[in-house]
């Protein structure tokens, strides 16, 4: 398949974006706490846990499953998994990048867990030290000081512990009440298109009640990214990547893809891959979740053939080599040189803020 007949007239090339009109000027909302990232010149960088995401080893075991079940499948012995026809509206592939949230129930399970085990940790380390302090200083022999705090210690302890293992007992053993397909995709970018999709769930500001889902399309060119500030309960700042459009309200907060921090090397790494991944001038970034997809898209295949990449490079790969790569990763990602860099998108628009 050529690329000319693979790709839609609308996909994205670093070297073909047309001219636009002015851009609106953003409300003043979108200016505040808000930078804009340049476009153009994305280095071969990614958020370090895009890399960790899968390891040679996983792919191993994907494969080897695979395999497994092609073979049951011609046997007439395979049994499909409770969950292998549930859609759960993501996709990760050379076509497309659709992000999902599992709902409310299943996150609530999970947070049990979570939130139960560090508040047990976390309160069992404050127990330790109150109790030894109290026997330090009223001689008092240990069971009568546990007996002493008993009430304080089931609640601080107790509590949490029983979240923790309510939820991970559920979680591994009851997985039909917590493994649930989201009500659909937040958001997708599509490199094949060359289309950016947010699903609209609201009409006129109330939920849809018929089931259906608006979406809201535009050119990839057509957007802008900023990292967005925010001080977190201790007054420290947070950066998330936003994807905002130039004419329309349509905005992406990738937070809950790559988690907030204090750093905003991470969000800028992000940007370099969304640009990197969306442009068919390019090959698909060559990171291990795509190593099975890279012979499906023209750009990725031809460049492979040119450069005689292993088509095996990922899942071959041995364990230390895995851990140097991403601690490189590290580094570069440290190093990266985004607020240096000029902004190519200004050839093609006007920015009137």
């Known amino acids: 398949m050529t690329q000319e007949s693979y790709y839609a007239k609308t996909a994205y090339g670093s070297t073909?974006?047309?001219?636009?009109?002015?851009?609106?000027?953003?409300?003043?909302?979108?200016?505040?706490?808000?930078?804009?990232?340049?476009?153009?010149?994305?280095?071969?960088v990614t958020p370090v846990s895009f890399v960790e995401e899968y390891s040679p080893r996983d792919l191993r075991n994907q494969e080897h499953s695979k395999i497994e079940r092609e073979e049951q499948i011609a046997k007439g012995s395979y049994t499909p998994s409770p969950f292998e026809h549930i859609d759960f509206h993501m996709r990760d592939n050379h076509e497309s990048f659709r992000y999902a949230l599992l709902p409310v129930s299943s996150h609530f399970w999970i947070?049990?867990?979570?939130?139960?085990?560090?508040?047990?940790?976390?309160?069992?380390?404050?127990?330790?030290?109150?109790?030894?302090?109290?026997?330090?200083?009223?001689?008092?022999?240990?069971?009568?000081?546990?007996?002493?705090?008993?009430?304080?210690?089931?609640?601080?302890?107790?509590?949490?512990?029983?979240?923790?293992?309510?939820?991970?007992?559920?979680?591994?053993?009851?997985?039909?009440?917590w493994i649930k397909p989201s009500r659909g995709p937040i958001w997708e970018l599509n490199r094949r298109t060359g289309l950016v999709t947010v699903f609209d769930y609201k009409n006129n500001g109330e939920y849809k009640k018929n089931g259906t889902i608006g979406e809201l399309t535009a050119p990839f060119y057509e957007f802008d990214a900023y990292i967005a500030t925010s001080p977190d309960s201790q007054g420290m700042p947070l950066n998330v990547l936003y994807l905002a459009h130039r004419y329309r309200n349509i905005m992406i907060n990738f937070g809950a893809l790559l988690c907030p921090g204090p750093d905003v090397q991470p969000p800028c790494a992000l940007w370099d891959f969304i640009q990197n991944y969306m442009n068919v001038s390019r090959p698909l970034p060559d990171l291990p979740q795509y190593e099975e997809y890279r012979h499906l898209d023209p750009t990725t295949a031809e460049y492979d053939r040119l450069t005689g990449r292993n088509p095996r490079y990922w899942i071959d790969m041995d364990d230390a080599t895995f851990k140097q790569i991403v601690s490189e990763m590290h580094q570069r990602v440290d190093e990266i040189d985004t607020f240096e860099r000029p902004n190519l998108m200004a050839g093609y628009v006007t920015y009137v803020d």
């Open 111 to 177: 947070y049990m867990v979570g939130v139960g085990r560090i508040l047990f940790l976390i309160f069992l380390t404050l127990s330790f030290f109150i109790l030894t302090a109290e026997f330090i200083d009223t001689k008092k022999i240990l069971s009568d000081i546990i007996a002493d705090y008993s009430v304080t210690l089931v609640v601080l302890l107790g509590l949490p512990l029983l979240c923790w293992m309510a939820g991970a007992v559920v979680i591994k053993f009851f997985q039909n009440l």
């Open 16 to 44: 073909e974006v047309p001219e636009q009109e002015p851009s609106n000027e953003r409300p003043w909302i979108m200016r505040f706490a808000k930078v804009r990232l340049p476009w153009g010149n994305a280095d071969e």
